[in-house]
């Protein structure tokens, strides 16, 4: 499996993902998790069926946001602990890099097992990830056949 991961790392294609995984490699303090880590199974397997993560494509940007109102509305910080900010950078050639560093949420890693079920039945389940790929198809970020296969891929894990 790690053979295949870095031949398809070595690729041009995820050249984008793995230059924002080495930047937020070991960023997210000790005792917390970061959404993008936590969604990579998803960025590979979207990109497995040829939907590449680019400065168009940031689905944590999307995940994190509904993962924070979530957060809110359910008051987790008194569950879980407080949830605190981290330093996460974008690759210079990202239009987001013009405002690094960036300062996501970071999440108290006790709360990584609802974080996972939420994903699994809130965010995919309930079609919240449809719905953020649909976006992309409609402002043209998107081709829908890649669209369609990348959907595809991701409800057969």
């Known amino acids: ?11 041009e294609k995820w050249r984008q993902f793995h230059d924002r995984v080495s930047l937020t490699y070991n960023s ?18 979207l990109g497995q069926a040829g939907l590449h ?18 957060w809110k509305k359910g008051t987790l910080g008194g569950i879980y602990g407080e949830r605190i900010k981290f330093e996460h950078n974008y690759p210079d050639y990202f239009p ?4 690094n560093p960036q300062e996501p949420w970071c999440y108290p890693e006790i709360a990584l097992g ?7 039945e809130t965010y995919v389940g309930e079609g919240k990830l449809q719905t953020y790929i649909e976006g ?11 669209a369609q296969l990348a959907l595809a891929a991701y409800q057969k894990e």
């Open 1 to 11: 499996m790690t053979a295949k991961i870095d031949e398809l790392l070595s690729t």
């Open 28 to 45: 997210v303090p000790n005792g917390y998790f970061g959404i993008f880590k936590e969604i990579a199974d998803l960025i590979v397997t």
């Open 53 to 70: 993560i680019d400065s168009g494509f940031v689905p944590d940007i999307s995940v994190g946001q509904a993962w924070a109102a979530h």
């Open 96 to 99: 987001q890099a013009a405002s």
């Open 114 to 120: 609802e974080f996972r079920r939420w994903f699994r």
């Open 136 to 146: 992309k198809v409609r402002d043209k970020s998107l081709p829908l056949s890649f």
